[in-house]
Structure formats: C-alpha cells, structure tokens
C-alpha cells in the first residue's frame, strides 16, 4: 500500500494537513496521509483538490488535483517514515500519535503543526531519543468539503527544534523549500507565545459575541483584549519567555485587520457545535499561571463562557 519512498507523512487530513500535502506535492516530494480515519480497506490513494491563490495574483485561484497514498497505520509501513507531520487539533494530538510510537523508527522526527500549545510537554518524554520540532503557521485555509480545501491567505509559518535528535538537514530544506513563507527558528517556544497571544485575544472573543475578526477593533473590546495580553506576557516571564507586550497587542490588531471578514477557528467550532481549541489557547495560559500559583482572571472567564458555548447545544451562531 505505501510507496517505498514516501519518507515523509501527515498525520491529520484536516485543511491545514491537506495544504501542507499540497506544497510538498507540489514541490516533487513523495508524501502520505497515514489513514487513521481513512478507510484503507477501501481506498489505496486519497484524491483532493486544492485551490490555491498564488500571493501575486488576487482573484483567481489554481486547480490542483492530487492523488497521494494513504499510509497504514502498521509497523511494516510506518517503520520507513522518516518525518511524520502532525495536523491534527491540538486536543488530539497525543490520542492520534501514541498509539503509533511503536511502529515508528527511532529515527523518526516528530513534527507538530496545531493552534494553541500543551501537547508538547505531554508529548516530549512519551518518544524516546526521537526528535521533536514545533511549528506554527498562519496560512489560512479553508475546507469546502471533506477533500476540497481553498487557500485563503499566506501568513508566516515558523518551525524550530524542541527537544531530541535535531531534524535532519535535508528534511529542513525540503521543508523551507515546499512551504511558502516559511522560515527555521532558532527559539521556537516564544514563536508559538507569540502565536497563543493572538488566538487567545481573537478566538474566544469572536465566539462568545458571534462577530467576525474584525468587529473587535471596535473600543468595547479594547479592555478584555489588553487583560488578556497582560496576563499572557506575565505568564510566559514566569516560564522564563520575555515577551514585548507592545509588539504583541500591535499584532492583534494587525491581524483582527488583516483578517477582519474572517470568522475565526473558534468562532466555526462554536457555530457547528465541534469541540473548540479553548483548552489549548487561554486554557494553556490558566495552567501555566497555576504552575506557578498564580491566576488568569481574565482567560479564565475566557475559558469558562466558550465551556459553557461547547455544551449548550443550541449556541444560534450563523
Ligand atoms: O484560529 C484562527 O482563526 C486564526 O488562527 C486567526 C489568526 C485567529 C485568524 O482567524
């Protein structure tokens, strides 16, 4: 079923899986799904179509079709994996990728690409001597139907090393060269604070008011967003991750305009009833600050509304 030289596979046929399939399809590198949610019995490759809008060109979109293999999720095919690529959500990652460890190499590097951060800490002691990288990217993508995604922006996606084998020269070129806008990073930890700051100011806040990204630049939002933020930079200092609090608020507000028609992530979970990220966003700050016996009022209540959206069953968003 695998193709002997698919060295590189993803874990998680969500949008952003199926974008990153896309650039390293396009790129001429073999890549795989591993099918864990995908009939094997049925299906030996996995066709989807990806419209995707090169960054010179605004309104018309390329046509791909792409036919890759769906990789079993047994030891004789996961063994020649040499980086695997984890997109699921972040409440997800440790159910989808420990009951495969075994049937990894040792050599295999681990690759995580998800809102939010946790699932890291969890993750590192479970792997052995096997390599971890994070990333994070502000692509935006958007999936039309199960195997049709649309590429709706071109944000930065950052990767870098976390803890392990360093991932292998080539895998890192291979990656820098097949995603657009992509860059290593040396410190990745503060990348992803950085990231956590603007979902943790923009997701909630557009669930809980049912607005777009852009309806929170008006000034009613102003305070909420600020004690969010303040709490976050004096939560990572304690983690040892100074953080420019100006910079940061800056950046919220550059993409709450860049992205202003968008519904965010958190907003489309609430609105189809699907478990949100909550957890992994303000919820990562709350536990940081309990770490170190402190409180985040703040995205507590955060936290505590969108618990409160995810089981009412009829939130009358859209
Ligand atoms: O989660 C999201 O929706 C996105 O990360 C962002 C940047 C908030 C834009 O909508």
Redesign the pocket.
């Known amino acids: 079923m695998i193709s002997a030289n698919v060295e590189i596979a993803i874990l998680g046929a969500g949008a952003v899986g199926q974008l990153i399939c896309h650039q390293l399809h396009a790129a001429g590198i073999p890549v795989g799904f591993i099918g864990k949610n995908i009939d094997t019995r049925r299906e030996q490759q996995l066709s989807f179509t990806a419209f995707i809008q090169p960054e010179q060109m605004t309104s018309k979109a390329l046509e791909s079709h792409y036919s890759v293999p769906i990789i079993e999720p047994k030891l004789e095919a996961l063994s020649g994996i040499k980086l695997i690529i984890v997109c699921v959500k972040a409440y997800q990652v440790l159910d989808a990728i420990t009951p495969l460890l075994d049937k990894l190499s040792s050599q295999c590097h681990i690759l995580l690409l998800h809102?939010g951060m946790g699932p890291h800490l969890a993750l590192a002691p479970l792997i052995g001597t096997r390599g971890l990288s994070l990333g994070t990217t502000?692509q935006?993508v958007l999936r039309h139907n199960r195997w049709q995604i649309k590429q709706t922006g071109h944000?930065l996606t950052q990767i870098g090393h976390f803890s392990g084998q360093p991932l292998d020269d080539r895998y890192r070129h291979l990656l820098l060269e097949a995603i657009p806008n992509c860059e290593w990073v040396d410190a990745i930890i503060p990348c992803l604070w950085q990231?956590l700051a603007?979902?943790a100011a923009?997701?909630p806040l557009?669930a809980i008011h049912k607005c777009t990204?852009g309806t929170l630049a008006q000034p009613q939002f102003n305070h909420t967003i600020a004690a969010i933020l303040d709490e976050l930079v004096y939560v990572a200092a304690q983690d040892g991750i100074q953080l420019d609090r100006v910079f940061l608020q800056d950046r919220v507000y550059r993409?709450i305009t860049l992205?202003a028609g968008?519904?965010?992530?958190?907003?489309?979970d609430v609105a189809h009833q699907r478990q949100t990220?909550i957890d992994q966003i303000n919820g990562y700050i709350c536990e940081r600050a309990k770490v170190h016996g402190l409180s985040a009022t703040t995205n507590t209540e955060m936290c505590t509304k969108i618990k409160q959206l995810e089981t009412s069953k009829s939130s009358g968003h859209i």
Do not use: A, L, P, R
């Open positions: 809102n502000s935006g944000g990231k603007v979902n923009i997701n557009t990204n993409v992205t968008n519904f965010s992530s958190m907003h489309q990220e």
